[in-house]
């Protein structure tokens, strides 16, 4: 069965610099999620959108932003990256007019040197 | 504050065995709450869920129940096989539908035991 998708798996940037993360959702999904899991942390809630308008909002800083596109994919971007963005980054999305139940990616590991 | 609390950060259970994860809430407006699998370097699986309409949801081996008075709900793991031993995540939801986003647990780690 098609799974989450999400690139790259793994990135390595720089302080200061800027990433961009990839998802592309199950197909037939409309609802994304972005969570961030620091080292032994429990996933964080950062955003999510719903039929390309942006739906919730969580911890998510000032210096990220996010959007889903016509296809459905959405993409984080990250600027002035911090070592602290250093996490594992998942994607997860929703099926249609379904409940709440979110299939989630392999996620990006993003390290920040 | 930690909205959704699980106590135990790990179990071990011999195989075959009935393996019992609990997590707490405080959060009144939580009303779905769901349960999640995960290996390391991968993403969480969803396991099953609950609304709060309901007290008890099975699914083959796993069963959720929840008792919205104590704000508490567990998952049954029967019976358990090797293939479990992960780490659980316990989550919970404003609402069944929407795209709220989803607030974990810190997870327990449960080993099983040949």
């Known amino acids: 069965a098609a799974g989450v998708i999400q690139s790259p798996r793994h990135l390595i940037k720089e302080k200061r610099e800027t990433a961009t993360l990839k998802c592309y959702p199950i197909?037939?999904?409309?609802?994304v999620y972005w969570y961030q899991q620091g080292p032994g942390q429990d996933p964080q809630f950062l955003i999510s959108?719903?039929?390309?308008?942006?739906?919730d909002k969580g911890s998510i800083p000032d210096r990220f932003s996010a959007q889903q596109f016509s296809d459905y994919h959405s993409e984080l971007n990250m600027s002035s990256l911090e070592l602290g963005d250093s996490a594992l980054y998942f994607c997860?999305?929703?099926?249609?007019?379904?409940?709440?139940?979110?299939?989630f990616g392999p996620g990006t590991r993003l390290t920040v040197l | 504050d930690q909205q959704v609390k699980q106590n135990s950060p790990s179990l071990s259970v011999q195989e075959g065995r009935i393996s019992i994860l609990n997590c707490d809430y405080t959060n009144s407006m939580f009303d779905y709450f769901l349960w999640y699998k995960k290996y390391p370097a991968e993403g969480p699986t969803f396991l099953i869920s609950?609304?709060?309409?309901?007290d008890k949801n099975e699914d083959g081996r796993f069963t959720v129940f929840l008792n919205k008075s104590a704000k508490h709900l567990s998952l049954h793991i029967v019976p358990s096989q090797p293939g479990d031993s992960a780490v659980y995540f316990c989550?919970?939801?404003?609402?069944?539908?929407?795209?709220?986003?989803?607030?974990f647990g810190k997870g327990t780690h449960l080993i099983i035991q040949p």
């Open positions: 609950i609304s709060s309409i309901k």
């Open positions: 959108f719903y039929e390309k308008m942006q739906s």
């Open positions: 997860a999305s929703r099926p249609r007019a379904s409940y709440n139940e979110q299939f």
């Open positions: 989550a919970a939801s404003p609402s069944g539908g929407g795209a709220d986003g989803l607030t």
């Open positions: 197909p037939r999904h409309d609802t």
